[in-house]
């Protein structure tokens, strides 16, 4: 079975600190994916990456950033988080085929 | 850019029934998939069923159906004979088969009553 993991399940930030959601894939897949979950708006994508040291920004980049320095993971960055990023982060991976897989998502609430 | 509507924020259902999840999507591309995941409460999100839009057949996956109207540009998900374990957000999404980036819907939420 493919896996997708995030670092934590919930996680509470204050405003102006830096955040890491971290993401790890054990399928060797070259897709990687961080999306926003907001009630009533579905999931809108943040970033992508499609081989490790590429990204691709997504809908909503601002106040965001990511790395990739091996295959299997793909970082999420908050640099200075605000209290408008409170949401929910779900991480996907997808290889050659149409299927992408999820994470169980980390709930962020910044204070 | 592609959009994809889910009309019905909330939809409920008695066990054993059926229903049905409107999706429709905007686009000008001929070649793209089309899929229904679920998200339970648990929240890890899974693939319920897919659609490759050159196919006319419409899929199927056990009491999972969809009904594919490319020209309407509609792609609704029917479940068959209702179950408890059915209850949970169900989302819409769309990929172009040359794009990375899949656009979902806003989601229905599915209650499932004993």
């Known amino acids: 079975d493919v896996k997708v993991t995030q670092s934590s399940r919930y996680l509470v930030k204050r405003t102006g600190e830096k955040v890491f959601l971290e993401c790890v894939q054990d399928m060797d897949h070259e897709n990687m994916f961080w999306y926003r979950q907001d009630p009533g708006l579905g999931l809108r994508l943040i970033y992508f990456?499609?081989?490790?040291?590429?990204?691709e920004k997504g809908d909503i980049p601002e106040g965001y950033s990511v790395s990739r320095e091996k295959k299997e993971r793909f970082s999420l960055i908050l640099e200075s988080a605000s209290t408008n990023q409170t949401s929910m982060y779900l991480c996907?991976?997808?290889?050659?085929?149409?299927?992408?897989?999820f994470g169980p998502g980390t709930r962020l609430t910044v204070t | 850019a592609q959009t994809v509507t889910q009309s019905q924020p909330e939809m409920s259902v008695q066990e054993a029934e059926t229903v049905t999840l409107s999706c429709t999507y905007d686009t000008s591309e001929s070649d793209y998939y089309l899929f229904w995941y679920k998200q339970p409460p648990s929240r890890q999100m899974i693939l319920v069923i897919r659609?490759?839009?050159?196919?006319?057949q419409n899929a199927t996956e056990n009491r999972f159906s969809v009904n594919f109207q490319k020209a309407a540009k509609s792609f609704s998900l029917k479940i068959s004979d209702s179950q408890l374990g059915d209850a949970a957000m169900y989302f819409c999404a769309y990929r172009n088969y040359f794009n990375n980036d899949m656009r979902f819907g806003a989601g229905t939420r599915l209650t499932v009553k004993p």
């Open positions: 990456s499609y081989d490790v040291k590429m990204k």
């Open positions: 659609q490759e839009a050159y196919k006319q």
């Open positions: 996907a991976s997808r290889g050659m085929g149409y299927e992408q897989y």
